[in-house]
Every structure is written in C-alpha cells, then in structure tokens.
C-alpha cells in the first residue's frame, strides 16, 4: 500500500495571470500558498488483473481505455501501467472549490504511480507531468499554478515566462509574518461547487480577442502579484488586507459567471462586519472566500458568515508540498 497526498492551494495574488491565453503574451506572477489541506491517493497491486478505482463512484475495467475518470485514465496511460491496481482517492475538501484541488489530485496520482514503479521523481517533475496531463492531453483551460504548488508546496513566487517555463521561488517573507498572515486570513465556503473550466474558458476567450478592457485588468492583477510579493517581504501584511479588495474588483469583471447577487451579497456582508479585503479564489462563480480581517474583527465577520449559512475553513500553511507518507510496497 502507498499513500501519497499533494496540498490544495490559495492564489494569494496575481491569479489567473498563469493562464497560457495570457502568460504566452506577456508572461504571468503568481504569489500562492499551499494549505494543510490535501487530496490522497492510496495505490497498491491487486490479484486479479483488472484495474479497481475508487473516487465518488467505482469502476472495475478491464483496459485503461475503458476507465471513465479521464485523469486516472491518463495518469495510467502515462506511466505505462496496464493491469492489476487499485487506486483509491479522498479529498479533504469538495471539489470545484477554487483551491486548485483537480491538480492536486493530479499531482497526488501522478506521485503514488511512479512510487509504485518505484521511480524517484522531482518536484518540478511532477509539476510538469501535472500540467502536461491537464492541459495537452485533456486539454483543460487551466494555468500552471496549481500543479507547481501543490507539487512544491511553500507560500511560493510563480514566474511564468512567454516561452512555457516556470520559476518557483519560496517567498522569502520572516515566519512572524506569514503566521500573522494566517492568522488573518479568513476562509469561507460558498455553498456552491462550480467547474472552473466554464469560467476559464470565457476568460481564456476574451484575452485571446486581446479585448482592451480584459487586457488591463489582466496587466494590474499581475502588477498587484508583485506588489503582494514585496508586502510580504517588507512585513506590511495589513497593506495586502487593502490589497485583496482591489483585486478582487479587477477580478470579477473578466467573466460573466465570475460572480452573482448572492456572492456580492455575501462579500459586502462580510466587508461591512470589518474584512478589509476579499475575493472569491480560483476562477469564480462559487467555492471559497478569502477574507483579510484584523483580529479585533474576526469574531464579528465569521458571526455575519455563520448567520448568511456560510461555514468557516480553520486551515495552516503548508511546507512540504507533494509527499509519499506511507509506503508498504513488498521489495
């Protein structure tokens, strides 16, 4: 039995800029932080010789071509692996949530596969066989955030250059600052589970058309990245609180489903509770909030959540990113 896990994620800053429609122009920054909370895969060998997944439903095949779940179906494709396996996942959180959990389940896989091929792989490996599964073979409208850090894990700096390459750099913010920013942070779930590629691919489609409007507000969600990244490094963390306001207003414009009353209802609630800044993470139209709120106001906006029927995330700061952390396979 192996069990491997991979973090989900959130976009502190500058998300969406890692969207090849945009980052194959002009190149994107991401600041995102990996969080303790993971998708596992379980993977061991079977007697009988057909392949046995288990996810929301179960499949017992024959032949990988047969299997349903596109990404386990290509993960066995990719490593060669043909018969006689059992994979198993669980998620700590639903999926469409906007944390990045499908490339986390993507990286978990592909991490558990090639310890059971008995492969040593890199980090940055599993990144680019992550985004490689995703976006060339099952062609998903999604960036290369994800995959690097859940792959990496670590509150990270994401370049990405015009040419497809990523540079991952831990942001090199003191430890009393990024517990304060922890600390900070409020998590709330929607109540809505959306796929992301709906919202991506209109977003995706109007950078393509270069439509000037879009192309502006592409430009200063990336400049607010960078400008993220040095408040963390100066230790300003209540400056990002007013930071995460104006992202979210550049934001929620560049798709029609990015947001809707009740979402705006929901944000305005909280922003009057005392959040001095929010947004809701991933692509939009649903998942989680996150809210920048200082301490003598965090009881007052988690009570206005709770009343709208809004339910808290309690989470941490992930260092370890993707890791194997049971491996019972015979020698």
């Known amino acids: 039995m192996i069990v491997s896990r991979a973090p989900v994620r959130f976009s502190l800053g500058g998300g969406g800029t890692d969207l090849p429609a945009y980052a194959s122009r002009f190149g994107g920054f991401v600041v995102s932080a990996a969080i303790d909370k993971y998708v596992h895969v379980c993977a061991s060998s079977r007697f009988q010789r057909e392949i046995r997944l288990s996810y929301s439903k179960t499949e017992i095949v024959g032949a990988v071509e047969r299997i349903e779940h596109p990404i386990f179906r290509e993960a066995l494709k990719l490593l060669g692996i043909s018969e006689g396996i059992e994979l198993v996942s669980v998620a700590d959180l639903p999926s469409s949530s906007g944390l990045g959990s499908s490339s986390a389940f993507t990286v978990a896989l592909l991490n558990a596969l090639h310890t ?13 066989e992550a985004c490689s599964l995703e976006i060339e ?4 409208p999604v960036g290369r955030q994800d995959q690097f850090i859940s792959a990496f894990g ?4 994401l370049t990405f250059d015009r040419d497809g390459s990523v540079h991952v750099e831990p942001v090199p913010a003191r430890d009393e600052v990024l517990g304060e920013l922890e600390a900070n942070l409020v998590i709330v779930w929607s109540g809505v589970e959306r796929p992301a590629r709906v919202v991506l691919r209109e977003q995706g489609e109007r950078i393509d058309t270069l439509e000037p409007d879009v192309l502006e507000r592409m430009h200063r969600i990336q400049a607010l990245g960078r400008e993220v990244y040095r408040l ?12 995460l306001h104006e992202h979210w207003t550049a934001k929620r414009r560049l798709a029609s489903a990015m947001t809707d009353a009740t979402l705006d209802e929901h944000y305005e609630a909280a922003r009057s509770a005392g959040a001095i800044g929010g947004k809701i993470m991933g692509a939009g139209g649903g998942g989680f909030f996150m809210f920048y709120v200082r301490p003598a106001d965090k009881r007052r906006v988690i009570e206005a959540m709770t009343a709208r029927g809004l339910r808290v995330l309690r989470f941490r700061f992930d260092y370890d990113g993707a890791r194997i952390i049971a491996n019972h396979q015979r020698s």
């Open 137 to 140: 073979r099952l062609k998903e």
């Open 116 to 128: 059971y091929k008995r492969d040593l792989v890199s980090s940055r490996q599993l990144a680019l």
């Open 232 to 243: 963390l490094v100066s230790g300003d963390v209540d400056a990002y609180g007013e930071l």
């Open 154 to 157: 670590n509150v990270s700096a």
